[in-house]
């Protein structure tokens, strides 16, 4: 079953024709998929051929073709990867038992409630960034926003298969409701934070699909852990369209900085502003925003929800195959508490700190980012360093949330944060200093004057190549 049947209404790879209730009911909801993307997708072009590519079979090698459609006629689908009959369920209490192929009743909830919740970051990503068409710095880079959205929409299409399959009358209702929630809407907002803070110019958008998709990464691989089989199939094959957006990010702020060297070296001890560039400390300010906001995606560090969902099997750590023992009853977390402020050393039993290890590995991740970056610096002879900001800085969740810490994690006081935080997170004067750049680009092989062109294109294809037909 990896080859995937197009002559459906709705692609799939799961043999959609012979469950005809399931089928209608999907039938049903597409309609209304459609007119959320027509009122809340990329604003303006979805008339325009754009260069996408659509996944033709969940083969690793292979599975995409490349073509010029219209972002409403892309064909959104199920696709997951093929069962693997011997699969057992790979930690937790349930340990070695046969993978699950329906929902066990015990742990419905929290499993609808884990599915929901990676479901409403999907069409969230696709409105933050839905007016960023009008400003793109290149078609090249226009191209991949729109290869990113579609790829978003896929995701909600992948959860709401589940939800539809699964979940009866409460998951076709949570489909309907994933419509309706809107990023940023203070009364009916997107579940988790960073997916409700405004995405409005590229920098952010790079710094997004750098930081914020890379959270999708882990928690995909957590989920791709899921006893529950159909979870882990369908974020096996997410995991694979993930990969470009998070290249798409780190690609995207890597050509900031090369074009802001370039610009350094140029005319040294100015302004790269006066130049249409981006300084490196403004880059860096973005860096901290979403990297800090990210960090909060992996919830509480002590978290008796992330000791339920791997005790019950849903949700297992990131390359669960790389620990011996997958029962976590034994070991410890050193947690760094914060007590009043201070921090102080705890040992936490290791289910407890299940977020934490995920978070732990998505920091180590977001670390080979700052070093890419750091390199395009050292090559073109420019001393500024990036950096991570520690893990405390800036968090709204958890137990670093209300107090104050620098980029180093050290601890300071309102007064002193009030004082810097101007340093470390982008200003009023930067956001508008941004903006300013803003300004579309959209003849073929021609750049912004804030970042630099790709190493090569998309597909192969050649410099001047038209990826978005405006
Ligand atoms: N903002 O025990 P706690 C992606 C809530 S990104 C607001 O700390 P838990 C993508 C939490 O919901 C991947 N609220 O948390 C990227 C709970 O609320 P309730 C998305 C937050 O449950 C780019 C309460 O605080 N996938 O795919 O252990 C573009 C206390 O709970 C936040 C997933 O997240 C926050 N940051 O862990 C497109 C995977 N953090 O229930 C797509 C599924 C926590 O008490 N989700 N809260 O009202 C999960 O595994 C867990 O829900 C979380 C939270 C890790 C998010
Ligand atoms: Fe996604
Ligand atoms: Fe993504």
Redesign the pocket.
């Known amino acids: 079953m990896a080859t995937i049947d197009y002559t459906q209404k709705i692609p799939n790879n799961v043999d959609l024709t012979s469950d005809k209730r399931l089928q209608r009911a999907l039938e049903a909801w597409q309609p209304n998929y459609l007119e959320w993307w027509a009122q809340m997708g990329p604003t303006d072009f979805n008339t325009q051929d754009v260069y996408l590519r659509t996944a033709v079979s969940v083969d690793s090698d292979g599975w995409a073709v490349f073509g010029h459609v219209r972002m409403p006629d892309y064909r959104w689908g199920i696709f997951l990867e093929p069962r693997d009959e011997k699969r057992i369920v790979g930690f937790g209490d349930h340990f070695g038992e046969p993978a699950w192929q329906q929902v066990p009743g015990e742990y419905r909830n929290w499993l609808r409630?884990?599915?929901v919740?990676?479901a409403?970051?999907?069409p969230?990503?696709v409105e933050q960034q839905r007016l960023l068409g009008h400003n793109a710095p290149s078609l090249y880079d226009l191209r991949n926003l729109f290869q990113?959205n579609v790829e978003?929409g896929r995701?909600l299409w992948a959860m709401v298969y589940l939800l539809h399959t699964y979940f009866g009358k409460d998951g076709r209702e949570e489909a309907e409701e994933l419509l309706q929630r809107r990023s940023g809407n203070p009364d009916h907002p997107r579940?988790?934070?960073?997916?409700n803070e405004p995405c409005e110019d590229w920098l952010s958008f790079f710094c997004?699909?750098m930081f914020?998709?890379?959270?999708?990464k882990?928690?995909?691989l957590?989920?791709a852990e899921s006893g529950f089989d159909p979870l882990a199939r369908t974020c096996r094959f997410?995991l694979t369209e993930?990969a470009h957006?998070m290249f798409v990010g780190q690609t995207g702020v890597g050509r900031v900085i090369q074009k802001t060297c370039e610009v350094m070296k140029a005319h040294p001890g100015k302004n790269p502003f006066e130049y249409g560039a981006i300084p490196l400390e403004v880059i860096q300010k973005y860096i901290s925003f979403w990297a800090s906001?990210s960090t909060?995606?992996?919830?509480?560090e002590v978290?008796?929800?992330?000791a339920n969902?791997f005790r019950s099997g849903l949700?297992g750590r990131a390359y669960e195959d790389r620990y011996t023992d997958h029962k976590a009853l034994e070991g410890v977390y050193a947690f760094e508490n914060c007590v009043d402020g201070r921090i102080v050393k705890e040992d936490v039993p290791l289910r407890n700190a299940?977020?934490e290890v995920?978070r732990d590995e998505y920091v180590k991740d977001n670390e080979k980012g700052i070093v890419y970056w750091n390199k395009i610096c050292e090559k073109a002879g420019v001393e500024f360093r990036f950096r991570l900001p520690h893990r405390r800085f800036n968090r709204?969740?958890?137990v670093y949330a209300g107090h104050r810490f620098d980029l180093d994690g050290n601890a300071l006081d309102e007064a002193t944060w009030n004082q810097r935080v101007g340093d470390w997170l982008p200003t009023e004067a930067d956001r508008a200093k941004i903006k300013s750049l803003m300004v579309p680009c959209y003849k073929p092989g021609q750049f912004a004057s804030w970042i630099a062109a790709p190493a090569k294109g998309v597909n192969d294809q050649p410099a001047e190549f038209e990826y978005v037909k405006l």
């Open positions: 409630r884990l599915i919740t990676q409403d970051t999907e969230a990503s990113v978003e995701h579940i988790l934070g960073t997916f997004f699909t914020t998709d890379r959270d999708g882990f928690q995909l957590a989920l997410m993930e957006h906001s909060d995606l992996y919830g509480a978290s008796s929800n992330s969902f949700k299940m977020n995920l709204r969740i958890g």
